[in-house]
């Protein structure tokens, strides 16, 4: 079974610009969730979809927004970019295992620079 | 304010040794407990799950879980140079929760 993938892998942007970052689930899998990760605040959530519904929202600013589209695939958007919006973009896919545990698997992320 | 705290390391063991990493959590009604290994550069990897009080072994890992502690360990036996890594503890509160609420990670060196 293929794992999630993520696009682009790097990205280098402006401050103000904006950026859409995308990622695909492991098949069959239909949650699919967002974090953040920079050396100094580790791995935060942002933002959790399920059937192309927000359920679950971290602690970031508007300017964070996403979507899921009916095949689950996902993109998050980042606008007016700031340079402390540099990080690694991790997307993960969820399953409902036993017990109604889930547990997520982690594309290969997407490394923003923004200068 | 749900928190995991992990001693940040560098925890440096010798090859053939146990490596024990440990994380507490502050939020009493988790239920849901993951340990992920990050090597640098890489994304994180699930190495381990566990959901009730005890232990739970695969391999050369076992996952410990004390609720009323609020405490999770990770043993690795026999430990080999390949799993020097940052290892991370998450943990995902009340039932059918997605959030998972990571630690900054335990730095992992396996000396050979």
């Known amino acids: 079974k293929a794992g999630v993938t993520q696009t682009p892998r790097y990205l280098i942007k402006t401050r103000g610009q904006q950026v859409t970052l995308s990622c695909s689930p492991i098949?069959?899998?239909?949650?699919v969730s967002w974090y953040q990760q920079t050396p100094g605040q580790g791995l935060q959530f942002l933002f959790e979809y399920f059937s192309e519904t927000q359920r679950n929202k971290g602690n970031f600013p508007g300017r964070f927004s996403g979507r899921q589209f009916s095949n689950s695939r996902s993109e998050m958007n980042v606008s007016t970019l700031e340079l402390g919006d540099s990080a690694l973009y991790l997307c993960?896919?969820?399953?409902?295992?036993?017990?109604?545990?889930?547990?997520?698997?982690f594309g290969p992320g997407t490394r923003l620079t923004v200068t | 304010q749900k928190e995991v705290e992990q001693n940040s390391g560098p925890l440096s063991v010798p090859e053939g040794a146990i490596a024990s990493l440990n994380c507490t959590y502050s939020d009493r009604v988790s239920q849901s407990f993951f340990w992920y290994r990050q090597y640098s550069g890489k994304s994180p990897e699930l190495i381990m799950s566990i959901y009730s009080n005890g232990d739970k072994e695969d391999g050369r890992f076992t996952a410990q879980l004390n609720k009323a502690s609020q405490y999770v360990s990770l043993l690795i036996r026999d430990s080999q140079p390949s799993d020097s890594a940052t290892y991370l503890c998450a943990v995902a509160s009340g039932a059918g929760s997605y959030q998972l609420t990571f630690g900054k990670g335990t730095k992992l060196s396996v000396i050979p």
């Open positions: 098949s069959g899998h239909r949650s």
């Open positions: 993960a896919s969820s399953h409902l295992t036993s017990g109604a545990s889930y547990e997520q698997y």
